[in-house]
């Protein structure tokens, strides 16, 4: 199940911490576990006079990672810390499979610098590479250098859209949307676009769609479908302004060719200008 084992990658910044309310919630939902991650970069010129700077920042990291345990644990979370040196995207990647995690969390933001690393171009290789889905939770705000840290907020998950585009593939989210409707007690829309190119008219729906509609349906969850015409991934994110949506759930491939939209390079599109939190899932 998508929420059994959730791998949270931090950075030690108030920011990369955004993701744990939206974790949090979802952990006192089910009876789930959290790995909460921090990878140690290793300097572009790895040498002698690097040891020393390395131990003090896996130390910092791994007393970082014990005391956001601690906290987890006094709520009731089963929680475990992992801290490793290496590269970024690799450690996130590596602890996901190790721990065997059914769901990676974390924000697309995280503090500049030498010793840290933007967590925004690491968010993008993880949810390209992932065979495991990706909820992605954009932060908007920078704290103030010195400022005390702000209590982590929870977006509530009322509205989920789920982009149809065509293929198959793209129902590969399917369980997924219906689990996190369960569990947040959310309604579903299910949204199909027709590109002008194409030989449909958006008024004569998507079998997709429909099949989409009737398992969530089944399933006893409220749900919607929508049918629009244009660009696929402006009409995802005007779609979610205009019902409110508050979690986009998308897959990573659909199919080519003239008639339809590729769906993994919507859905970088759509990473990087959505204000709501994204759930990435490759199909296979």
């Known amino acids: 199940m998508l929420l059994d084992r959730i791998l949270v990658p931090l950075d030690g910044s108030e920011v990369s911490e955004a993701i744990l309310g939206q974790v949090c919630r979802i952990l006192r939902l089910k009876d789930s576990e959290v790995t909460l991650v921090e990878a140690v970069p290793v300097p572009v010129q790895p040498g002698v006079e690097y040891a020393p700077m390395l131990m003090d920042l896996k130390a910092e990291a791994e ?7 601690k906290q987890l644990e006094r709520e009731g979370v089963k929680a475990h810390g992992v801290v490793k040196v290496g590269s970024e995207a690799t450690t996130i990647l590596e602890a996901a499979k190790d721990h065997k995690a059914t769901l990676i969390a974390m924000s697309t933001h995280g503090r500049t610098g030498l010793s840290r690393f933007v967590l925004g171009s690491v968010a993008e290789k993880v949810s390209r590479a992932s065979e495991t889905p990706v909820l992605l939770v954009r932060s908007f705000k920078d704290p103030e250098v010195g400022a005390d840290r702000t209590p982590v907020q929870e977006i509530p998950f009322k509205k989920i859209l789920m982009p149809v585009d065509g293929s198959e593939k793209s129902l590969a989210v399917l369980p997924h949307v219906k689990e996190l409707a369960r569990a947040t007690q959310a309604s579903v829309l299910v949204l199909g676009v027709v590109e002008p190119t194409f030989e449909g008219k958006a008024g004569e729906g998507d079998p997709l769609v429909r099949i989409a509609v009737k398992d969530i349906a089944a399933a006893g969850i409220p749900v919607d479908p929508i049918i629009r015409l244009g660009d696929p991934a ?41 204000t709501v939190p994204i759930l990435v899932v490759r199909s296979k």
Not at 63 to 69: D, E, N, Q, R, V
């Open 63 to 69: 007393k970082y990672i014990a005391a956001l345990k």
């Open 234 to 274: 402006s009409e995802i994110l005007d779609a979610t302004k205009r019902h409110g949506v508050d979690l986009l759930v998308m897959s990573t491939h659909g199919r080519s060719g003239p008639s339809r939209w590729v769906m993994g390079s919507v859905t970088e599109k759509v990473l990087r200008a959505a």
